[in-house]
């Protein structure tokens, strides 16, 4: 709550009209609406005024390293006989063709009305854009920022309207405009200097005649109305799966609740309270989120792959990444939140009853590292020793009576069947082994919960009988899920999972056989993100299918340093294509986890760091509470009532829903006392985790009651608790400011009486 005290009232009651005279134009809070890969702008619908005076208006901030490409386009309405307007990026020849921000109209006899405004006061900031053409002056003029840039002749005004449609970030097959706009205004008058400097950080009432187009993204759906009226109103595009591909942000909250007691005037906005008109005694408080930090929160960001065998300078390499444009080097603990082990069963198991985590130096030297930087791990543990340069099956397997094969050259390699008996009855008792030591989900973020085949990608299996794949596939499934029952379990959902071929059309047991997986908990993941040829609709179809019901962990196919990576059928021509493919194939899935996988880790830094930062503020899920209404005095023992509205802005999922997780994640308030420990905590089991989808708020009510807490002064604290853990904050909270060293976000002070 904002509290200012004057001893003259007369000043305070100025003051206050000077409030409701903003609120006059503040309909509702300032917001910004993001444009983001892969999204195919905002369509409007064709201007028909006639008037040959117009003025254009809007807030513009692009996304740093996305917006170099001439012609690409910021807002237009222009068709081929160039009526219309234009606002794009394009070369000025006068400025030693610099690319800039072009403002393209004609007049009436088709002599251009042009204008050229450096990027660099709009690119990674915020800044206003205002052109005016005016009839009667025979002149327009440029604006940034409220002050006048330019002025050029425009006799007769402009030309006039097209019949194409307003578009915004799109523009036939011109480069997309990729960042944020907010406040775009169009009138069918020439504004003078004076209203544009004005107005220019306002919004503009709603009843304007003058006004045509009057966007103000106040709230986050496809259809954008248009403040000026009923017509005009835009769609983002395209239309499935939208909110992926567009954003929305609370730039500032308009004040509310203005109030005047003696010489004190208050008000409330952006994490303040206000007064709970339909709870009584209740205050509302509204909270910013934290859009960029990383969190660490389970199954969810990026993913490190390391194996016991990596060279002794591996981490200190990732302490010290050099990023283009950044100063100093960074770690890779900022970004990444596990590290995930893909090694063979011999390094795990090299004898019977020897384990690796024991007796492996570089496998413990790999897994202390991770703990040393706050990393969970991961594991899959391959058996299959193809294309590998040592038996990825311990000796004493095939000592023990094992049957197999053998391949590479002089087929000095051997690996078992996965129907052989005596194979199966020696990974068991590795798997049960494997669980005792791992099956901790504070250590272990998830297990590949299958191994076998290729590469451990459970394709191209050798059988002693092909008749045993789908039993060889239950057993191995129920293995895991009977040993690992805390961790999440994941497998490749391949078209030719268990079959003998690698590669071909979808096997038609293919789905049934990995849904039996999906209905024992097991999460889904794919080794072959942005290879066209390899991540087709089947595999789409099954992500799609399954979509929020088990989040999904994905993996890049291509080796960039050894793979024919530019014969892809999208075209990549450089690495940094080949990134945007992955990351364009994960944010269709909507993948919890990405990869920075072995060799794979600067190219990420070095060509795509903008997308390694993207991922991290609106992949897998970042979860906050925008709004929650609680007392600020409760009576021992009385019944209060909660309400809480939470949100996801993460294109993934938290899933609470998975067996192993068992909705052992939470909502619950707290009381803090003045030492900061929290004296006791409320649970609200209504809440589902799992529900919470980017765009769509979840509220919930909440009726409880506060006994056994002694009389005096607390704090309201909410946290996103571990049930299992007597209610310790379990999921971090993407909040931007008041949270506690333990994960508690703290909210206002509460009296008990």
Excluded at 677 to 693: P, Y
Aim: hydrophobic letters at 40%; charged letters at 20%.
């Amino acid at each position: 709550m904002k509290k200012f005290d004057f001893l003259v009232q007369s000043f305070l009651l100025t003051v206050t009209l000077v409030l409701l005279s903003v609120m006059s134009y503040a309909s509702d809070d300032f917001c910004a609406w993001e444009l983001k890969t892969g999204h195919n702008g905002i369509t409007g619908t064709p201007l028909t005024f006639t008037e040959k005076s117009m003025t254009l208006e809007l807030w513009l901030n692009m996304a740093e390293g996305k917006n170099e490409t001439e012609k690409m386009t910021i807002l237009g309405t222009m068709d081929s006989n160039n009526r219309g307007v234009l606002l794009s990026l394009r070369k000025n020849a006068e400025n030693n063709n610099a690319l800039e921000i072009r403002f393209f109209a004609v007049n009436p006899q088709k002599a251009n009305i042009l204008f050229f405004i450096p990027v660099s006061e709009f690119t990674g900031k915020w800044g206003h854009l205002a052109f005016v053409v005016s009839e009667a002056e025979n002149k327009a003029y440029a604006y940034v920022n409220g002050n006048l840039y330019s002025a050029t002749t425009a006799t007769g005004g402009w030309i006039g309207n097209s019949n194409i449609a307003l578009a915004i970030g799109s523009w036939y097959s011109d480069p997309k405009l990729y960042g944020k706009i907010a406040d775009v205004r169009v009138w069918k008058t020439a504004r003078t200097a004076d209203e544009i400097k004005t107005n220019f950080r306002k919004h503009i009432e709603e009843n304007n005649p003058d006004l045509v187009v009057n966007y103000q993204f106040t709230s986050y759906q496809r259809e954008i109305s248009n403040v000026a009226g009923s017509f005009n109103y835009a769609v983002c595009n395209p239309e499935l799966n939208w909110n992926l591909y567009h954003g929305h942000e609370i730039l500032a909250q308009k004040p509310t609740d203005i109030s005047i007691n003696q010489y004190t005037v208050t008000w409330s906005g952006k994490n303040t309270l206000a007064a709970d008109n339909e709870i009584t005694g209740n205050y509302i408080v509204t909270i910013e989120p934290e859009t960029g930090k990383n969190l660490r929160n389970p199954l969810t960001g990026w993913v490190l792959y390391g194996s016991p065998g990596s060279a002794s300078d591996f981490w200190t390499k990732l302490d010290n990444i050099s990023v283009p444009g950044v100063s100093n080097p960074v770690q890779i603990a900022d970004y990444a939140n596990t590290l995930y082990i893909r090694t063979s069963w011999t390094a795990l198991n090299p004898s019977e009853g020897v384990y690796g985590w024991n007796t492996n130096t570089g496998l413990k030297w790999m897994i202390d590292n991770a703990r040393q930087r706050g990393m969970r791990l991961a594991f899959r543990v391959v058996v299959d020793s193809r294309d590998k340069s040592e038996d990825f099956t311990p000796r004493y397997v095939k000592d023990a009576g094992a049957e197999g094969f053998t391949s590479g050259s002089n087929n000095q390699r051997w690996s078992p069947y996965p129907d052989d008996p005596v194979f199966q009855a020696k990974y068991a008792k590795f798997v049960e082994a494997f669980a005792q030591k791992f099956n901790d989900p504070d250590a272990v973020d998830f297990i590949d919960g299958f191994g076998l085949g290729l590469w451990g990608e459970a394709h191209n299996m050798r059988y002693k009988n092909y008749s045993n794949r789908e039993s060889v596939l239950k057993w191995v499934v129920d293995l895991y899920a009977k040993h690992f029952t805390k961790i999440p379990l994941a497998i490749n959902y391949h078209r030719l999972i268990g079959t003998e071929k690698s590669w071909g059309s979808p096997d038609s047991e293919s789905e049934r056989l990995l849904e039996y997986a999906f209905s024992k908990g097991y999460v889904l993941r794919q080794d072959a993100f942005g290879m066209t040829d390899y991540y087709q609709q089947w595999e789409k179809n099954i992500a799609a299918k399954w979509v929020f019901k088990r989040p999904v962990i994905m993996e890049g196919g291509w080796v960039t340093n050894s793979h024919s990576w530019w014969n892809d059928p999208r075209g990549y021509v450089t690495v940094a294509d080949v990134r945007q493919g992955e990351f364009d194939d994960s944010k269709e899935a909507r993948v919890n986890t990405m990869d920075f996988r072995i060799n794979e880790v600067n190219t990420w830094f070095e060509s795509s760091f903008n997308l390694v930062k993207e991922f991290i503020a609106e992949g897998g899920y970042r979860l906050y509470p925008d709004r929650l209404s609680l007392p600020k005095e409760v009576n021992s023992g009385s019944m209060i009532t909660i309400a809480h509205r939470w949100n996801n802005l993460g294109w993934g999922y938290c899933p609470a829903n998975i067996p192993v997780w068992n909705q052992k994640y939470k909502v619950a308030f707290g009381l803090m006392d003045g030492n900061g420990n929290v004296v006791t905590s409320m649970v609200d089991n209504q809440t589902d985790l799992s529900k919470w989808l980017k765009g769509t708020p979840s509220s919930y009510v909440f009726t409880t009651s506060i006994s056994g807490v002694p009389a005096g002064l607390y704090k309201w604290v909410v946290a996103i608790v571990d049930v299992t853990k007597n209610n310790v904050p379990g999921i971090q909270i993407s909040a931007k400011e008041n949270i506690t060293a333990t994960g508690w976000l703290q909210l206002f002070d509460v009296k008990i009486k």
